[in-house]
């Protein structure tokens, strides 16, 4: 567990109290609303169509559709997926680098890695061409020391080429610059007098950290994304201010924290998995209430299926994602990771005759077969309508002319002939496969973590997940499930109630036998006033500051980091040894002590913590029914090996306390809860679901 410093909010001018808060999440089909008015203690909700063109637009179609007086708003935080999108579809603005001589292809060397860990082929892309990155003299050792100074005219030269060029952004990144900062500084105020806008990247200032690799492709990408981050914000506030707002915008960073909208673009990088993160944040806030704070999230939308780790009400947060294959984005980020599994994952029978699952989807257009939009290809989604699990009447199906009948006979000629089974037994193959690729995403954030899944709670959340989450919980060991009041926004309740956040890296890359322990406590003392200063800068409400220290450290000789608490009080090197050991020891249950241990990196988060919000508004109490027999709305058969007769309720109308047995099936406006035979589901006082599975209920 991190150590945490909690402190009074005494010291800070309070910020007026933000009563009217939207929390808005653009995902790539549509853009979800919660919004909370403290004052009267309604809640409303909105799901709208993405505007792909201009996702401001779609920002105020969803305001619009849940009727709020925008004019009237006190707060709009947003998670975007402008830049995410970006990196993964290589959408980039073009964008210059000036190096160390002789490093121009450092980005292109990487590591001594393939894209492909058995065989010999691959394709990489850099992020910067080779035509665009350009040498300059100039060089530091690895302590800081001036080896050749900067050459300014070269340096003035470089970037007259890139301007020539029509480049849009600017990269300064030097060798070593992590540990003496002095020439990219410099290079920077040179640039500022030369370039034809504010789109100029540091590399040390958006990451001092050790890795010259890591550290140029973190910039890389920022520098890449910045334009489009800046434009976008830019339209999104002038469009809101138009319609009478009056504040600030937040934007949510993949941290789990937020930043102005005034700010954000300048670290752009740090907003890429905005939408994953916001999902994260709403589940430990939700567990933390609901007295669950070991969570594994389980997140299963259209297209994939993110997870994370969360403990003690504290997601995972890594300096060391990898976007994709070559692209490292080494600022922190909570560790999400993504298999290709979501509702609209394509079923099909590979050429050695096994049944795959994904990663192929058939997306929004056309989507799976029951939507009724031109879909021809088995899906997760369709396996569910045939195993009865997904009520016909509230899809595509009927309406779009795609009844059961067609459905089942495609995939009776699609999979079920080649594999030997009916239709509906080929639809329960595929439930199975798909909760098995799901299953091994929730060990790899877990075991390969050094945690068991056994000490968690399974948290599901996405329009899918809460359809599968008891198979797969039951498949680990998971003992209860938590389905939030609205699985299908979730991310848009990160949103709201998200913190205000910073992350500081420092490296230090000394053996811990010479580290200077004051010297160490100098920067956490540092980076917890940078951190103070920005949260005290922002307009929003703030309950109380708590800081994480944390240090990075390695075996002498070893590559990968293990983080490890560090207390208030200046510890001794040799307490240090002994928590770096005890974490080693933890993950990976082997003992070195012949080996010395590496301080490498000093890191602090500084968190805002805002006020909390009454989860239990976001389902309408009036709506409850005194008892759940009024809260069915009738039954129908479900697939479990056979055909079961499972009633059917109507969440919103669940008396607050009841105990439904499995099986039997809850609908909601934007998710479906599978409660599985044996299994037992109840309400806490949020409204959330709580379900316990197996042998345990």
Known sequence: MSHQR????????????????????????????????????????????????????????????????????????????????????????????????????????GR????????MKGEFRPIIPRDLRVEVPERLD??????TPLDEEALRSAIRQLVDLDCEALVIHFLHAYANPAHEIRAGEVASEIWPNGNITLGHALLSESREYERGVTAAVNASVQPLLRRYVERLADTLAARGYKHDVLVMNGNGGMVSARHVAKEAAKTVMSGPASGVMAAAFTGRRAGMPNLITYDMGGTSTDVAL???????????????????????MVDVRTVGAGGGSIAR????????????????????????????????????????RLNPSRLNSVPGGMTIDHIKAIFQAELGDRLGLDAIQAADAVVRVANARMSDAVRMVSVSLGEDPRDFALFAFGGAGPLHAAAIARELGIPKVLAPSRPGITNALGCVVADLRHDFVQTVNRPLASADIEAVYAIFARQSADGRELIGKEAVTIREIREIRTVDMQFIGQTHLLRVAVPDAMPTREDLQRRFEEAYFARFHVELPEIRANLVNVNTSVIGRRDEIDLSALIDASGRKATLDEARTGSRPVWFGRWIDAPVYWRDHLPLVAAIAGPAIIEQMDTTILIEPGDVAQQDRDGNIIITIGSAA
């Open 142 to 147: 690895a302590r800081g020391n001036v080896i």
């Open 349 to 388: 029978i590979t050429a050695a005759g096994l049944l795959q699952v994904g990663p192929e989807s058939a997306g929004a257009t056309p989507g799976p077969i029951c939507y009724g939009r031109g879909g021809t290809k088995p899906t997760i989604s369709d396996a569910n309508l045939l195993l009865g």
């Open 112 to 119: 001594r890695t393939r894209p492909n860990a058995y065989g």
């Open 6 to 109: 909690v402190i009074a909010n005494d010291a800070r001018t309070p910020s007026p109290r933000q009563s009217i808060v939207a929390g808005i999440d653009v995902g790539g089909t549509f853009t979800d609303l919660v919004l909370f008015d403290a004052t009267s203690g309604r809640v409303r909700l909105a799901k709208t169509p993405t505007t792909l063109d201009n996702q401001a637009f779609g920002v105020v179609n969803a305001l619009e559709a849940a009727e709020a007086d925008i004019a009237a708003l006190d707060l709009i935080v947003h998670g975007t997926t402008t830049t995410t999108n970006a990196v993964l579809e290589r959408n980039l603005c073009k964008t210059g680098l000036i190096t160390t001589m002789g490093f121009r292809d450092v980005l292109e060397l």
């Open 310 to 332: 969360i403990r003690d009400a504290e997601p995972t947060v890594s300096n060391e994602i990898e976007v994709e294959y070559a692209m490292p984005i080494h600022v922190p």
